[in-house]
């Protein structure tokens, strides 16, 4: 993560690098960023613009007329989002990451950006050794190429608890990242294992149930499994899956922090504010 995060901090994120239109009417932007060399912590402001949102109206408390506020076609209400990615010290492909809830910046739009900004950085010849490597087979002159893919892990959504109860939980897979030979002298080896399990057909499990369930199979196989990935269809019959740390799983379910200020705090801004992310930052120390 230290060297990911070390090459998108070398791309243009406050110009051709950083804006990205994901539908007709919605732009993301990298408004403003910052990186640490030290510590390779990169800060990030996003500002989301969404063209479909209404224009606001204000209305006046002393004469309680109200006005809009002038919203052109072409234009989208903006609202920043604080992004605070640090690489972790005990696993170099993992890194903490803290998303201001509200913008519609979400932990799945950091997996598809940071993919993005990757992808353009194997687009630097410079960078050809993040992405390109010799072949398994050792021929001479042979190379493989890879792209990097993102996966985060945690509570993505406040509503996860009645979804599941109100919709069809389908399966729950636990995952184990322990890597082992296939056999000696082999060109591959074993990256990932995982064990399925199913709720019976007439079942709403609770979270608590999906808890139980994973801590009664983890016992029984004396397996140790990094991961939950939860799939689900929720209320409106949409297909999801949620991923989880398998070591503290009510804490991956429920964690939210709410941050208070002495003053409000504009919505859209165009520099990282350092009270948001000061506070952010002292989240990561606790």
Known sequence: ???????????????????????????????????????????????????????????????????????????????????????????????????????????????????????????????????????????????????????CVGHKSQKLSDDLVRGNLQSVELISKEPSSIDAGSSFFVATRTLNIKPVSTAHPTLGAVISAVRTVTKSTHERYDSVRVRFKDANDTQREELFAANDLEAAFVRKERLKFDTDLPSQQIRINRTIMTAMRELCDE
């Not at 640490?36 to 063209?51: F, V, W, Y």
Request: proline share 3%.
């Open 1 to 151: 993560m230290r060297e990911v995060l070390t090459l998108i901090s070398k791309l243009d994120l406050k110009g051709r690098h950083g804006a990205f239109q994901r539908a007709e009417t919605e732009l993301f932007q990298i408004q403003d960023f910052h990186f640490n060399p030290a510590t390779c912590e990169l800060q990030l402001l996003i500002n989301h613009a969404d063209k479909a949102l209404a224009d606001p109206v204000f209305k006046n408390f002393e004469n309680r007329r109200v006005r809009n506020a002038g919203k052109e076609a072409i234009e989208g209400i903006d609202v920043s989002a604080h992004v605070l990615i640090r690489p972790s010290t005990m696993d170099t492909h993992e890194a903490l990451l803290l998303v201001t809830y509200g913008s519609g910046v979400t932990a799945k739009l950091i997996e598809w950006l940071l993919g993005k900004l990757m992808g353009l950085a194997g687009g630097d010849v410079r960078n050809k050794s993040f992405f390109e490597f010799r072949h398994p087979s050792g021929e001479a002159g042979k190379f493989y190429s890879v792209k990097y893919r993102f996966e």
